[in-house]
């Protein structure tokens, strides 16, 4: 969700840690970067959270259209013998009042972890992405945007459950033949009780050329400490997903298929496709749909369909403009956003975002 982190500001670890009497190696260094999103959001209907049923139209400022604003600080530091030191903290934040958004509500609830890389891998610990959401990123076929994508439907099923894992220790391996193979584990933090809050997930990617096929599960149980983040984080679900990306030239055609089987409520069936052209080295236009049904209910169903622009002003600021509508039957609740109309109410609902980003 935040790989776009160029033209980075880039500081010597010893100038933030000479304050504190403590020394850095001149290899080391650490790195602030973040993204503030802002923009316009309409959608022709909303829900109604006390009746359920479907009310008048809205018309509000937005955070995060197209990807969540935020900002952190990641650092490294050559250990020698092959192997690197890192760390990354990184915090969500709504621009339309200046409070934390789009993370366990946590002040670095998106990240907060520490690792060793090198030859054999990347180990790290504490708060981080899972395998699941990381494959789901991937084969999203609008780039994960926070508008009229996968990331609302994700969003919609279990909130944050497996986007930010507290208490996390994951395993990503080196690329071998093509495949490169990722594994987390999120203990509860309970004493006496491992099944509580315990979440685990893994994937395996395979890449040839300009193809990409990734496959990926998820695993977790309520309770545990990370039950008390503001946010749901540790809905029980368990979730499979497989999706390739092939990229032609200017053309990138990716495909999903995801199952969230959240305990006592749906079991969604989602299936997506679409694609994204780069018209020019400004200009890009993206447009996906998404089928999801219940297994528990067929008569349980939507689809999401959304189109998108951007243009570039220069490499760190864009504009966008998108363009969604939603179509919910029985008791499916699929919105059109993630930050400002997450869940729709039955029938049609249209929906539009335009706004601007700014990378640092």
């Given amino acids: 969700m935040t790989e776009n982190r160029r033209n980075l500001l880039t500081v010597p670890a010893c100038v933030l840690l000479g304050s504190f009497g403590l020394s850095a190696h001149a290899q080391s260094s650490v790195t602030l970067y973040g993204i503030v999103d802002a923009g316009v959001l309409y959608t022709s209907r909303t829900l109604n959270p006390t009746t359920g049923q479907g009310a008048g139209h809205q018309f509000s400022l937005l955070t995060g259209g197209l990807t969540p604003s935020l900002f952190g600080l990641k650092g490294s530091e050559d250990l020698g013998g092959g192997m690197t030191a890192i760390f990354a903290l990184e915090s969500g934040i709504d621009t339309t009042n200046g409070g934390l958004n789009d993370s366990n509500g946590n002040f670095f609830g998106r990240q907060a972890w520490v690792g060793i890389a090198g030859n054999f891998g990347t180990v790290k610990a504490g708060v981080q992405l899972s395998p699941f959401v990381l494959s789901l990123i991937s084969t999203d076929p609008r780039g994960a945007s926070y508008f009229g994508s996968g990331v609302p439907l994700y969003t919609d099923n279990v909130f944050v459950t497996g986007a930010f894992n507290s208490n996390a220790i994951s395993y990503a391996s080196p690329t071998i033949a093509g495949f490169q193979g990722n594994a987390l584990l999120a203990l509860g933090g309970v004493a006496g009780n491992f099944q509580a809050g315990r979440q685990y997930s893994a994937s395996l990617n395979y890449t040839y050329g300009q193809l990409l096929v990734s496959a990926a599960m998820y695993s977790g149980n309520a309770g545990g400490t990370a039950a008390t983040t503001p946010v749901p984080s540790t809905v029980p679900f368990s979730g499979r997903t497989i999706g390739a990306s092939y990229h032609f030239d200017n053309l990138t055609v990716k495909a999903v298929y995801v199952n969230y089987k959240v305990s006592g409520s749906f079991d969604s069936r989602v299936y997506g496709g679409g694609l994204s052209y780069q018209f020019t080295p400004a200009t890009n236009v993206d447009a996906g749909v998404w089928y999801t049904s219940d297994g528990n209910d067929t008569n349980n169903h939507s689809i999401l369909a959304a189109i998108g622009l951007t243009y570039s002003l220069s490499a760190r600021t864009l504009l ?41």
């Fill in 320 to 360: 966008y403009s998108q363009f969604g509508v939603v179509d919910n039957h029985g008791k499916m609740n699929t919105g059109v956003s993630t930050n400002g109309a997450l869940f729709g109410p039955a029938g049609t609902t249209l929906g539009t975002a335009i706004g601007i980003r700014h990378l640092f």
